[in-house]
């Protein structure tokens, strides 16, 4: 059974920080690419970060550059994303995604983890 579980969601203050972390099971986790995407209210989901199987090669949406940093563990089975100067912008819910790639269609959704960023 596939399973992707998120967790370190929460509350914090602007400027604060929080880890993210996508615990994989069901499948070879160190042959997906793995994302975070993130949907606020009212908006479409975004993607936030992805990161290669290896882990060689990361990409991040402008408004999170130099302020997030997604890393993997593939011994772990694990993703993680590393959010610094947190704004009130950054407020969604966070939501782990693997990709097999290859155009096969193997994809697979974590349940999300709420990220609230306020004072």
């Known amino acids: 059974q596939v399973q992707l579980v998120e967790s370190g969601g929460g509350l914090v203050q602007p400027g604060g920080s929080l880890r993210l972390s996508c615990a994989a099971s069901?499948?070879?986790?160190?042959?997906?690419?793995m994302s975070w995407y993130r949907q606020a209210p009212g908006k479409e989901r975004e993607l936030v970060a992805n990161i290669t199987r290896a882990g060689v090669s990361t990409n991040y949406a402008d408004s999170v550059k130099g302020r997030f940093t997604i890393s993997r563990d593939n011994a772990k089975n694990t993703v993680y994303l590393q959010m610094n100067s947190l704004k009130s912008e950054d407020t969604a819910v966070y939501y782990c995604?693997?990709?097999?790639?290859?155009?096969?269609?193997?994809?697979?959704w974590g349940q999300g983890t709420q990220v609230t960023v306020s004072s």
């Open positions: 995604y693997a990709d097999r790639g290859l155009g096969i269609g193997l994809v697979y």
């Open positions: 069901g499948f070879t986790f160190s042959r997906y690419t």
